[in-house]
């Protein structure tokens, strides 16, 4: 009996050292090494005539679109997974013809930045770091923040790092994933336990699809589908040309190691996101607008979280009808027109 009870006791201890090991993602990271995407693979890109720019942040060079007057009040830019700043080709023209400085950088792994050729060298903290960097090196301020999937997951803990810098928050299709307490502690275990239930997926099945098989699909898949994840997640048809666009980047799996890690980082930095929660974004009182995509199943309802931040209240929050997870190629227009009134209006 006693034996019996050793075990248990020692099976629980080996239980929650591994919770306490695996609960969250490590914040200490290092330069990987890394390739660049030839510059032949983004000739002739439909609808991107934009002159690239660069800067090193942190060990890796960053690419970034830099449109309209120097002197203009400067908008950042913020893509997701799989994308690219390409996302933003459709939207950069208004903003900066309407007199802003825009900015679309691509993350570290993503268009035309450095792409480490290690997973492993990926992490959560990584983007943010290089990210906040970034802003220093352009030396923003006054800045109007839009970030759309993973551009929110980073830029609103850029924002929180360096929040002189930042002057309005415009959010679409993102959220902050947080836990706190027990879940904070369970999150991300358990959410490397159901991806690794989903096996080595090589096809998304659309009609069962769930988020673990999605995780699951990004790390393993021989092929990586982008023409048909664009193509769901946006409205209108995009052309063969358009979706050679997202692709560009991404001549051979070599390049994708952080189109294929992005999801398995989701979860892992829930208890440090509750606190900028808890902490920083309770009390962000500068303005702050919600234009989410009603055809959105995957961001649903994460709006109501960020209409309750104080800087949110009294702001023309809006559902855009129509407008999928990729809204800024659903609806540039649109989503423009609102981002350039919600900076006159504040």
């Known amino acids: 009996m006693l034996k019996m009870v050793s075990l248990c006791l020692a099976l629980l201890l080996i239980a929650a050292a591994l919770i306490v090991v695996f609960s969250q993602a490590s ?19 439909p609808d991107y ?17 830099d449109e309209g007057p120097r002197d203009g009040q400067p ?8 994308s690219w700043s390409y996302l933003y080709r459709h939207m950069v023209p208004i903003l900066a013809n309407a007199g802003f400085r825009v900015i679309a950088p691509d993350n570290v792994g993503f268009g035309k930045s450095d792409k480490p050729l290690n997973s492993s060298d990926h992490s959560y ?14 030396d923003l301020e006054n800045v109007t923040f839009f970030g759309q999937d993973w551009g929110g997951l980073i830029g609103l803990r850029v924002v929180a790092e360096r929040p002189t810098r930042f002057s309005r928050i415009m959010l679409s299709n993102t959220a902050l994933p947080a836990a706190s307490g027990i879940q904070a502690w369970l999150g991300y275990p358990l959410f490397r336990l159901s991806v690794w239930k989903e096996g080595e997926v090589q096809e998304l099945d659309f009609d069962d699809f769930s988020f673990p098989q999605w995780v699951a699909y990004a790390r393993h898949t021989n092929k990586f ?20 666009g997202y692709a560009a980047p991404y001549p051979s799996n070599e390049y994708i190691a952080g189109v294929r890690v992005f999801p398995t980082l989701v ?15 309770a009390n962000w009182d500068k303005p702050l607008l919600t234009a989410y995509g009603t055809e959105d199943t995957i961001m649903a309802g994460r709006d109501k979280i960020w209409q309750k931040v104080p800087g949110a209240q009294g702001q023309s929050h809006t559902l855009v009808k129509g407008g999928r997870h990729f809204i800024q190629d659903d609806m540039p227009d ?10 006159k209006n504040n």
């Not at 660049?36 to 002739?44: C, G, L």
């Not at 720019?53 to 970034?64: A, C, E, F, P, Q």
């Open 49 to 65: 005539p934009f002159e690239a720019n660069y800067v090193d942040s942190l060990g890796y060079r960053i690419h970034y679109i």
């Open 267 to 281: 979860a892992s930095q829930l208890r440090q996101n509750q606190r900028i929660m808890d902490n920083f974004y």
């Open 334 to 343: 649109e989503i423009s027109q609102l981002l350039i009134e919600f900076i």
């Open 75 to 82: 908008i950042l830019l913020m893509h997701g997974q799989p």
């Open 27 to 45: 914040e200490k990271w290092s330069v990987g090494e890394f390739v660049r995407t030839p510059d032949e693979a983004f000739q002739n890109l």
């Open 225 to 244: 589908d982008f023409a048909s994840l664009f193509q769901r997640g946006t409205s209108r048809k995009l052309t063969d040309e358009d979706l050679a």
């Open 125 to 138: 903290q990584m983007h943010i770091d290089v990210m906040s960097n970034f802003v220093d090196e352009l």
